[in-house]
């Protein structure tokens, strides 16, 4: 499990085609003894488990991940390239803060920027999501992009935005986020289980 608070952005190294999958190598500065092989570290919300790791010259390491055609189909992983940044997070121990909300780095579907407003420090991006996911979006809830925790403000059909602030903004992927973009939308788990016990109510009625 994850928070949605991102703690380090990574770059691109590497990509390698596999058979029905990619291999990616990033940079990071986590401590080489944080990236233990096996371990799962959200990159752009995408749960995924480190497979190898090194040392690199200067003050950043490296790991590998692989994915596969799944994970290809229902995030935007097939689009990174060398030099691509993406968000990370190692995943939550005992004990440790609970920043954002509860995240588990299982994709549900992407999100296309339509539009941007800056607004002082502040940008408010307007994403578009699947119809077949907006009940589970609303004004004041709580959704991870690029697995980022963010606040739902408003939501019209399939459109709903959200405000990012400067200090997001500059520790995140979102200050390079441009209309266009594609970005990993994950619903919050306490929306899909609410939705789940009232579609069991409705069919005991």
């Known amino acids: 499990m994850f928070t949605g608070i991102i703690t380090d952005i990574g770059c ?3 990509v390698q085609s596999l058979k029905q999958g990619m291999r990616v190598k990033i940079s990071t ?3 080489i003894e944080s990236l233990a092989i096996g371990a799962s570290i959200a990159c752009s919300g995408i749960c995924l488990t480190v497979v190898e790791r090194g040392f690199k010259q200067g003050d950043s390491n490296w ?3 692989e994915a596969w055609e799944e994970t290809l189909r229902l ?14 997070e190692r995943s939550l121990r005992l004990g440790d ?8 780095g299982h994709i549900d579907d992407l999100a296309e920027i339509v539009e941007q407003k800056n607004e002082g420090d502040a940008i408010r991006f307007y994403l578009k999501a699947s119809r077949k996911f907006m009940p589970f979006i609303v004004s004041k809830g709580s ?5 980022t925790s963010l606040t739902v403000n408003s939501v019209e059909d399939c459109v709903f935005d959200v405000l990012i602030i400067r200090h997001t903004l500059e520790m995140t992927t979102w ?3 441009k209309i266009g973009d594609w970005v990993n939308l994950e619903i919050d788990q306490l929306a899909r289980y609410a939705a789940k016990l009232f579609a069991f109510k409705r069919e005991d009625e």
């Not at 959704?143 to 697995?147: F, H, K, Q, S, T």
């Open 143 to 147: 959704l991870a992009l690029n697995g």
């Open 63 to 65: 790991f590998a991940v």
């Open 12 to 14: 691109v190294e590497d």
């Open 29 to 31: 500065r986590y401590p």
């Open 97 to 104: 803060e609970m920043g954002g909300h509860l995240v588990s």
């Open 75 to 88: 995030t935007n992983l097939s689009q990174w390239k060398k030099g691509t940044f993406i968000n990370l």
């Open 175 to 177: 200050g390079q986020a």
